[in-house]
């Protein structure tokens, strides 16, 4: 299986901030790459799939980039409903496997 | 809209059985790829099983091949999950999750059910 290493495992920010989070894949994955975001309390949404192609009704101010084994979500500038746990997917390889997880808190 | 919703969780002792159900709602349910993911603190997110829209296609994880089925009636549009010899390192929030592609495999979930808690325990 590919594993899936995010970092960092949490984060505090403020509003405002540039936040960027690092996911490397255990081998090349091209750009099967998705981010999810994760509130809690509620399931995982899908916010960017084949690492840079956001989902509808997405804010632009996601961003995601990488190829083969190191990928970055970015947030150019931190909203309070942005404060969430992030997680990144690889779907190269069956069976998919995700990242452990950024959190984002309020600084 | 697009909705699933599961049901079937509960306290359960190690040894035990559950069937865990997903009902879906707002789509052509049967052209779908549906899969099963399970969350918890210690292991974070692990993909479990998928079936195909016909139900001919299933794939497993390695790590729960041989007590977890996974099955559809596409007459109730609806996704199952029976687990059998159920341990305590079975303990989760289930999430069922439909692929995000039409007709085909993406591995891309999208939406996810809210969720239904397993505790193993005695």
């Known amino acids: 299986d590919i594993q899936m290493t995010q970092s960092p495992s949490s984060l505090s920010a403020s509003i405002g901030d540039r936040v960027t989070i690092t996911c490397r894949a255990s081998?090349?994955?091209?750009?099967?790459l998705n981010w999810y975001q994760q509130k809690p309390g509620k399931a995982p949404q899908l916010l960017i799939s084949?690492?840079?192609s956001l989902q509808d009704g997405v804010p632009s101010r996601f961003s995601g980039s990488g190829s083969g084994t190191d990928f970055t979500l970015t947030i150019s500038s931190l909203q309070p409903e942005d404060f969430a746990t992030y997680y990144c997917?690889?779907?190269?390889?069956?069976?998919?496997?995700f990242g452990g997880g950024t959190k984002v808190e309020i600084k | 809209q697009v909705q699933l919703v599961e049901s079937g969780g509960g306290l359960v002792r190690p040894g035990g059985s559950l069937r865990l159900s997903c009902e879906a709602s707002?789509?052509?349910?049967?052209?779908?790829?549906m899969s099963w993911i399970r969350q918890t603190p210690g292991k974070g997110l692990e993909w479990i099983a998928y079936?195909?829209?016909?139900?001919?296609?299933?794939h497993y994880a390695d790590s729960v091949k041989g007590r977890f089925t996974i099955s559809r009636d596409n007459a109730k549009n609806s996704v199952y999950l029976q687990i059998t010899n159920l341990r305590v390192e079975d303990t989760a929030v289930y999430y069922c999750?439909?692929?995000?592609?039409?007709?085909?495999?993406?591995?891309?979930?999208?939406?996810w059910g809210q969720g239904t808690l397993v505790t193993v325990s005695s």
């Open positions: 999750a439909r692929d995000h592609l039409r007709y085909n495999w993406s591995g891309w979930f999208d939406p």
């Open positions: 707002g789509f052509t349910f049967s052209d779908y790829y």
């Open positions: 079936i195909s829209g016909s139900g001919y296609t299933i």
């Open positions: 081998q090349a994955i091209s750009t099967h």
């Open positions: 084949a690492t840079s």
């Open positions: 997917q690889q779907t190269y390889s069956t069976p998919p496997t």
